[in-house]
Each structure stands twice: as structure tokens, then as C-alpha cells.
């Protein structure tokens, strides 16, 4: 039993030591994770991981700046750093490592060992550490300039931790997860695997270019927007939420310099700034880099760095709303379009030459109306399909975030059976219900749009008594803009057709209803070309 009269001591430095590296290093994920932030600091523009989680080993090769002798020997030391040198350094942090801890870490908690060779070096040497990160064997090796660690039976010395290990397959989708946000972080990186079930590479590109690799299905639907910031940047990678979507929050990331963190504010304003573009229960495909100053981020809030305090929060979360609104908007991005055209449109642009230039502009001319239900649209680049209902849907909801507003009825609407809450919800809409008898109210005010609208007295009530059972502000918008957009099945004349095509193009989010439902379907013209068969060639002048 525990004697709670014992004498308060400082723990051994092997106790503390330990502690530590437990905390630094909890899984095979958190090997990668360390291993691979240490080779991008080195400057590796390649990193290839063998990974043998039922083995228990992983070894990673990089083409970074490599380690001298002397520097091997320091490597596994505790609280041995290159990156920084005084409390003003721990102030600015640059880099990825910085704590002097994970190659100690280890040692603590697993066989380590590190072959390395600098540029120019005639030859590599190989380290061999002991439990206490001191260098038992130094030996030259033949090996290419760059480094190689080998990490064997992690947890060995606590066996209690090796046992509670997941499966290997969700050790497996840790690690995998790992790299993936570290590959989105640096896309200028090859990153070449093996041992995780199968081959497979992640190859340099932008971080759009990158996310269509991690997640394939988004291809073609990536949208990129960086906003620049007085000091600092943020970068948005978005899969179009009326095209990919997914069932849980497992494609989200978010990263601060180099690094995949929580911010939990952050993904609350990317959630909540999609929540009207996004079907019920599903969540975006998004990848969100904030460049900020050193200064500003507060690595110390957990031992593994996944979670910081940011300096000035809601003005990072303000930039975030602006590259969602630029993202989410119809005109045409770079992202998307075949590399040729990349390539000449930069050329252009950088020769001042304005006819090579795509041309932003979104240009739809109303054409027909469609079964009463669907516009269709002339554009530049090819032919639209546009939902009347809910494109009207998704401009009303918009006017009415930015103004809601009640007008009073000429007959009083008697709604019966109200209970307190829902009496509750209407006045929180400026909806008074007055009693006007046993078990009836009176409603003498309904939402503007209501009014406006021809709408019979039974539709009425029926959206009024809708209103009484919402208790979310929102969710009340988006069923008074539903209730009021012209319904499918009604015709409208060209004129009107063209007036919803342009008020829907001006709206913030104009790719999906407040539903989620996406609102048009693009046919480009190089699809028709190629429907039509057009690049066949017939004889030699037939005029195609």
C-alpha cells in the first residue's frame, strides 16, 4: 500500500527520461511523424519509409543535408538540437524539431540506429545508441549523401505499451494518415512506401495536385485560394462539395507551418462555413495551411506538437470565410485545368500578353426552360443545366441571412394546438402568437418572403406551423427560402429565366443549395467535341 507519509523527491533523471519519451512517442505513427519531420528539416526533397509494423521495424531513407561524425554521436543525447540555440529561438520557431527529444525518445524505447553522409563526404558513417541515447559504435559505411534510420522492437522496455498497440491495420491507417498531411504540407517532396499492404508514392506537385493523389475521387473537382494576410498567408485546397463529399471528417486537414495540428477553431469555421453546401451528415474533402509568424504560434501545448495556441485566431478565421466565399464561387481556377494550359497561361502572363490569358468572367445566356424545371444555359465554354427551385432556393437563403424580415398579415392566421416551445420559436422569429382561444392562436405577421409569394391560406399555416416546431435560426431560413422558391413545374418566361440566372451568379456559395444539393450541371464544349466525334478527320475539307 501506498505511503502517503513519504517524503516529497526529485525522480531519477532515467525516471524522467522515460516519462518523457513515453509522451513524445505513443505509436508507430509518432516514429513517422518525428523521423520525417527531421529529414524535411534536413532539406530531403525524397524520403523513402519501410515500414514492417508486424515486424516491428521501419527504416527511412532521405536525401537530406546528412550528419558528421561528430554530430552522430550528439544526435540521440537528450535536449541535443541544431534548431535552436537561446529562449529567443524557442520564441520563433521555425522548424519542425526543435526540442532536442524524439531521437532520445527512441533510444528510451527501442533499438536506434542512424547511418548518415553529408554532401561531399568521401564516406557515410553508422551510429548504434544505447537505451540512454549514448554512442556505442561509430563505423564508416558506403552509402549515397543523405540519411537512413533504422528504428527496431519499439516499446521493448515496456511491454505493457507494446501489448496495447492497435491492430496492424489501424497502425497502418495511422501512419498512412501521417504522411498523407505531411506530403499535403510539402508538396515540393517525393514520398515513396512500402510495407503498408502495397507500394505506393506520393509524387511533388501543388498541394491541389497533391489531395488529388491522397484522395482520388476528387479529381477535377479541386479548387485552390490563398489569401495573403499583412503578415503571413492561408492556403485552401477545396473538392467542390457539389461534386465530393465524404460520410465522416476523415479528409480534413489543417496545418500551421509545415505541420498538421488541431485548431479547433479553425475547423469549426470550415465546418460551419460549408454547413450550407454540404448534404446532411457529410462532410467536406479540404486541406487548410496557415503561414503565420513564428511569433504568433505557441508550439508548447502538447507534447507531440498536433495542438497549438494561435495568436490573433479571429483574424485567421476571417481569411478562412474570404477563401471559402473566392473558392466557392462559378468563374474558372487554375486548379483543374490540363498542365499545357497552365503552362502557356503563366507563360502569357508573364510576357504581359493578354490574348493567351483565360478570361474569368462567367457568362450565362438563358436559352430554354426545360420540363418546367431546368434552364438551360449558354456559356463561353459550353452548355449548363441549371434546377430552377433551387438555385431560386440558394438566392432567397442568402437574402435572407442578410435580412430577415416579417410583414403583417390582412386576415390573421389562427394556428391551433401550440405548445409553449413552439410559441417560443415563433417569437424568436418576430413571430408573436397571440391567444385567441381554447387551444388557438393568432398570427398576425408572417416571414416577408410568405407574403410576397402566392401562396394559398393552408400553405400558410403550413409554414407557419413548420416555423414553430424549428428552434435553429438557420434551419428557419433555409425552410422559409424552400417554401418560397418558385417550384418546379412552374414556367417562366425568358426574361425571367435570365434574371434567376444572373441573381443566383452573384450569390456567395452558388455551387450547391442550402440543402447540399448541387444546383447545375456543366457540359464543356471539348465534351461535346469529343461526343461528337469533331477531332475525326473526313476527307480534307469538309469544313470540321
Given at each position: 500500500?501506498?505511503?502517503?507519509?513519504?517524503?516529497?523527491?526529485?525522480?531519477?533523471?532515467?525516471?524522467?527520461?522515460?516519462?518523457?519519451?513515453?509522451?513524445?512517442?505513443?505509436?508507430?505513427?509518432?516514429?513517422?511523424?518525428?523521423?520525417?519531420?527531421?529529414?524535411?528539416?534536413?532539406?530531403?526533397?525524397?524520403?523513402?519509409?519501410?515500414?514492417?509494423?508486424?515486424?516491428?521495424?521501419?527504416?527511412?531513407?532521405?536525401?537530406?543535408?546528412?550528419?558528421?561524425?561528430?554530430?552522430?554521436?550528439?544526435?540521440?543525447?537528450?535536449?541535443?538540437?541544431?534548431?535552436?540555440?537561446?529562449?529567443?529561438?524557442?520564441?520563433?520557431?521555425?522548424?519542425?524539431?526543435?526540442?532536442?527529444?524524439?531521437?532520445?525518445?527512441?533510444?528510451?524505447?527501442?533499438?536506434?540506429?542512424?547511418?548518415?553522409?553529408?554532401?561531399?563526404?568521401?564516406?557515410?558513417?553508422?551510429?548504434?545508441?544505447?537505451?540512454?541515447?549514448?554512442?556505442?559504435?561509430?563505423?564508416?559505411?558506403?552509402?549515397?549523401?543523405?540519411?537512413?534510420?533504422?528504428?527496431?522492437?519499439?516499446?521493448?522496455?515496456?511491454?505493457?505499451?507494446?501489448?496495447?498497440?492497435?491492430?496492424?491495420?489501424?497502425?497502418?491507417?495511422?501512419?498512412?494518415?501521417?504522411?498523407?498531411?505531411?506530403?499535403?504540407?510539402?508538396?515540393?517532396?517525393?514520398?515513396?512506401?512500402?510495407?503498408?499492404?502495397?507500394?505506393?508514392?506520393?509524387w511533388p506537385g501543388s498541394a491541389a495536385e497533391v489531395l488529388a493523389q491522397v484522395v482520388p475521387q476528387t479529381q477535377g473537382s479541386l479548387r485552390q485560394m490563398r489569401v495573403d494576410m499583412p503578415a503571413g498567408s492561408l492556403e485552401l485546397v477545396l473538392a467542390?462539395?457539389?461534386?465530393?463529399?465524404?460520410?465522416?471528417?476523415?479528409?480534413?486537414?489543417?496545418?500551421?507551418?509545415?505541420?498538421?495540428?488541431?485548431?479547433?477553431?479553425?475547423?469549426?469555421?470550415?465546418?460551419?462555413?460549408?454547413?450550407?453546401?454540404?448534404?446532411?451528415?457529410?462532410?467536406?474533402?479540404?486541406?487548410?495551411?496557415?503561414?503565420?509568424?513564428?511569433?504568433?504560434?505557441?508550439?508548447?501545448?502538447?507534447?507531440?506538437?498536433?495542438?497549438?495556441?494561435?495568436?490573433?485566431?479571429?483574424?485567421?478565421?476571417?481569411?478562412?470565410?474570404?477563401?471559402?466565399?473566392?473558392?466557392?464561387?462559378?468563374?474558372?481556377?487554375?486548379?483543374?485545368?490540363?498542365?499545357?494550359?497552365?503552362?502557356?497561361?503563366?507563360?502569357?502572363?508573364?510576357?504581359?500578353?493578354?490574348?493567351?490569358?483565360?478570361?474569368?468572367?462567367?457568362?450565362?445566356?438563358?436559352?430554354?426552360?426545360?420540363?418546367?424545371?431546368?434552364?438551360?444555359?449558354?456559356?463561353?465554354?459550353?452548355?449548363?443545366?441549371?434546377?430552377?427551385?433551387?438555385?431560386?432556393?440558394?438566392?432567397?437563403?442568402?437574402?435572407?441571412?442578410?435580412?430577415?424580415?416579417?410583414?403583417?398579415?390582412?386576415?390573421?392566421?389562427?394556428?391551433?394546438?401550440?405548445?409553449?416551445?413552439?410559441?417560443?420559436?415563433?417569437?424568436?422569429?418576430?413571430?408573436?402568437?397571440?391567444?385567441?382561444?381554447?387551444?388557438?392562436?393568432?398570427?398576425?405577421?408572417?416571414?416577408?418572403?410568405?407574403?410576397?409569394?402566392?401562396?394559398?391560406?393552408?400553405?400558410?399555416?403550413?409554414?407557419?406551423?413548420?416555423?414553430?416546431?424549428?428552434?435553429?435560426?438557420?434551419?428557419?431560413?433555409?425552410?422559409?427560402?424552400?417554401?418560397?422558391?418558385?417550384?418546379?413545374?412552374?414556367?417562366?418566361?425568358?426574361?425571367?429565366?435570365?434574371?434567376?440566372?444572373?441573381?443566383?451568379?452573384?450569390?456567395?456559395?452558388?455551387?450547391?443549395?442550402?440543402?447540399?444539393?448541387?444546383?447545375?450541371?456543366?457540359?464543356?464544349?471539348?465534351?461535346?467535341?469529343?461526343?461528337?466525334?469533331?477531332?475525326?478527320?473526313?476527307?480534307?475539307?469538309?469544313?470540321?
Amino acid at each position: 500500500m501506498l505511503d502517503l507519509r513519504r517524503a516529497i523527491e526529485p525522480l531519477p533523471a532515467a525516471a524522467v527520461a522515460r516519462i518523457a519519451a513515453g509522451e513524445v512517442i505513443d505509436s508507430w505513427a509518432a516514429v513517422v511523424r518525428e523521423v520525417a519531420e527531421n529529414a524535411l528539416d534536413a532539406g530531403a526533397t525524397r524520403l523513402h519509409l519501410e515500414v514492417e509494423v508486424a515486424l516491428g521495424r521501419l527504416r527511412l531513407t532521405d536525401n537530406g543535408a546528412g550528419l558528421t561524425p561528430d554530430a552522430l554521436v550528439q544526435a540521440a543525447l537528450p535536449h541535443t538540437t541544431s534548431k535552436i540555440r537561446n529562449l529567443a529561438d524557442l520564441e520563433a520557431i521555425q522548424t519542425l524539431g526543435f526540442r532536442g527529444q524524439a531521437l532520445h525518445s527512441l533510444a528510451q524505447l527501442a533499438r536506434l540506429e542512424i547511418q548518415s553522409r553529408p554532401a561531399g563526404a568521401e564516406q557515410g558513417w553508422r551510429a548504434l545508441y544505447d537505451a540512454q541515447g549514448h554512442c556505442r559504435a561509430l563505423e564508416p559505411v558506403p552509402m549515397a549523401a543523405g540519411t537512413v534510420v533504422v528504428v527496431e522492437h519499439l516499446f521493448a522496455p515496456w511491454p505493457q505499451r507494446q501489448a496495447a498497440l492497435p491492430s496492424p491495420a489501424q497502425q497502418v491507417r495511422q501512419i498512412q494518415r501521417v504522411l498523407e498531411g505531411l506530403a499535403l504540407c510539402h508538396p515540393h517532396v517525393t514520398w515513396q512506401v512500402q510495407g503498408l499492404g502495397h507500394a505506393w508514392a506520393l509524387w511533388p506537385g501543388s498541394a491541389a495536385e497533391v489531395l488529388a493523389q491522397v484522395v482520388p475521387q476528387t479529381q477535377g473537382s479541386l479548387r485552390q485560394m490563398r489569401v495573403d494576410m499583412p503578415a503571413g498567408s492561408l492556403e485552401l485546397v477545396l473538392a467542390l462539395p457539389d461534386y465530393s463529399h465524404r460520410p465522416r471528417p476523415d479528409r480534413l486537414w489543417i496545418a500551421v507551418n509545415g505541420r498538421p495540428v488541431q485548431v479547433p477553431e479553425l475547423m469549426e469555421s470550415l465546418l460551419g462555413g460549408l454547413r450550407r453546401s454540404l448534404p446532411r451528415g457529410r462532410f467536406p474533402i479540404a486541406f487548410v495551411h496557415g503561414r503565420i509568424p513564428p511569433a504568433q504560434v505557441d508550439w508548447h501545448r502538447h507534447p507531440a506538437k498536433t495542438e497549438v495556441y494561435l495568436q490573433h485566431l479571429e483574424q485567421w478565421q476571417a481569411a478562412l470565410a474570404t477563401a471559402l466565399q473566392q473558392v466557392m464561387t462559378l468563374e474558372p481556377q487554375e486548379v483543374g485545368r490540363p498542365a499545357q494550359v497552365r503552362h502557356w497561361q503563366r507563360v502569357a502572363e508573364a510576357q504581359g500578353e493578354a490574348r493567351y490569358r483565360v478570361q474569368n468572367r462567367t457568362e450565362l445566356k438563358a436559352v430554354a426552360q426545360i420540363h418546367r424545371t431546368y434552364i438551360l444555359a449558354e456559356h463561353p465554354a459550353g452548355l449548363w443545366l441549371v434546377e430552377q427551385h433551387i438555385a431560386h432556393e440558394r438566392v432567397l437563403y442568402e437574402q435572407l441571412q442578410d435580412a430577415w424580415q416579417v410583414q403583417p398579415l390582412e386576415t390573421p392566421l389562427v394556428l391551433s394546438d401550440l405548445t409553449d416551445t413552439e410559441c417560443q420559436n415563433l417569437a424568436r422569429l418576430n413571430l408573436e402568437a397571440e391567444p385567441f382561444g381554447p387551444r388557438q392562436w393568432a398570427i398576425r405577421q408572417a416571414p416577408a418572403l410568405f407574403c410576397q409569394s402566392p401562396i394559398a391560406q393552408p400553405e400558410l399555416a403550413a409554414g407557419l406551423r413548420e416555423l414553430s416546431r424549428i428552434s435553429d435560426w438557420d434551419s428557419a431560413l433555409v425552410a422559409v427560402a424552400c417554401r418560397s422558391a418558385v417550384r418546379n413545374g412552374t414556367p417562366l418566361e425568358l426574361a425571367q429565366l435570365q434574371e434567376l440566372l444572373d441573381t443566383w451568379q452573384r450569390t456567395r456559395f452558388p455551387r450547391t443549395c442550402p440543402h447540399g444539393r448541387p444546383i447545375c450541371l456543366t457540359l464543356e464544349e471539348t465534351q461535346l467535341a469529343r461526343l461528337f466525334r469533331r477531332h475525326w478527320v473526313i476527307g480534307k475539307s469538309h469544313g470540321i
